[in-house]
C-alpha cells in the first residue's frame, strides 16, 4: 500500500464498503472526506514537529488552527498535486510563524491591522467561498451559509488579534491576508500558474 492520501483514502473505502455494502451512493464523499483526514493528519505532525524543532510551536499551533479553521469555509486555490500542497502549506506556516516572532523587533507595525482588516472583509465578502471541484456538490443556500461563515470567522480571528501580545497577532494577520489572496482572482491566477509549472517539470 502507498501512503499517498488518495491511495490510503481509496484503500480504506474499499475496507468500508466491504464490510457495510449500503454505502455504497456515499463512495465519493467518504473517500474524500478520509483523504482530506490524513492530509490534515500528515500535514499537522510535520509542521508541528518542525516548530518545536525551530522553537516557534506555539506560533506554528496558532497558525495551523486558524488557516485550518478559516480555510474550511473560504475555500481557495490550491496546487493540484498532494506532494506540492503539503510542502507549500509547511514551508508558508513556518514562515509564518518564524517571520511573526522576529519581524516586531525590526519594525513597530502596532496599528497595521487596522488599515488591512477593513480591505480583506471587503475581499471575503466579494470573493468567498471559492470552491473549485467542490462547487457542484454545494447548491446556493449553502455556499451562502459558507460566506457567512467565513466572514464570522476572519472578524472573530481579526477581534482576537486585539487581546493578544503582537507576535501572535501578526500570525493571524499573515494567515487572513494569504488566505483572502486565495480566494481573489489574481491569487487563484497566481497559484494556477505556479501550479501548471510545477507540473510540467514533474
Known amino acids: 500500500m502507498y501512503w499517498a492520501p488518495k491511495d490510503l483514502s481509496e484503500a480504506l473505502t474499499k475496507k468500508i464498503l466491504t464490510n457495510d455494502g449500503s454505502l455504497k ?23 508541528l514537529s518542525l516548530g518545536f524543532l525551530l522553537h516557534i510551536f506555539s506560533y506554528t ?24 500542497c503539503l510542502i507549500a502549506s509547511i514551508f508558508l506556516i513556518l514562515a509564518i510563524s518564524f517571520s511573526s516572532k522576529y519581524f516586531p523587533s525590526i519594525t513597530d507595525i502596532d496599528y497595521w491591522h487596522i488599515f488591512s482588516y477593513p480591505l480583506l472583509i471587503i475581499l471575503i465578502i466579494r470573493y468567498a467561498p471559492i470552491l473549485f471541484k467542490k462547487e457542484n456538490i454545494f447548491n446556493k443556500t449553502q455556499k451562502k451559509r459558507n460566506k457567512f461563515k467565513s466572514i464570522s470567522i476572519a472578524l472573530l480571528l481579526m477581534i482576537l488579534s486585539f487581546f493578544i501580545p503582537i507576535t501572535y497577532s501578526l500570525v493571524i494577520g499573515q ?25 510540467k517539470r514533474g
Open 25 to 47: 451512493r456515499k463512495k465519493g464523499e467518504i473517500r474524500y472526506g478520509l483523504e482530506m483526514l490524513i492530509i490534515l493528519i500528515y500535514q499537522v505532525v510535520i509542521v
Open 61 to 84: 499551533l496558532l497558525c495551523l488552527v486558524s488557516i485550518s479553521i478559516f480555510r474550511m469555509f473560504s475555500g481557495g486555490a490550491h496546487f493540484s498535486k498532494f506532494n506540492h
Open 175 to 199: 494567515v487572513l491576508i494569504y488566505q483572502t489572496f486565495t480566494i481573489t482572482p489574481f491569487g487563484t491566477s497566481i497559484i494556477h500558474l505556479l501550479d501548471k509549472k510545477l507540473l
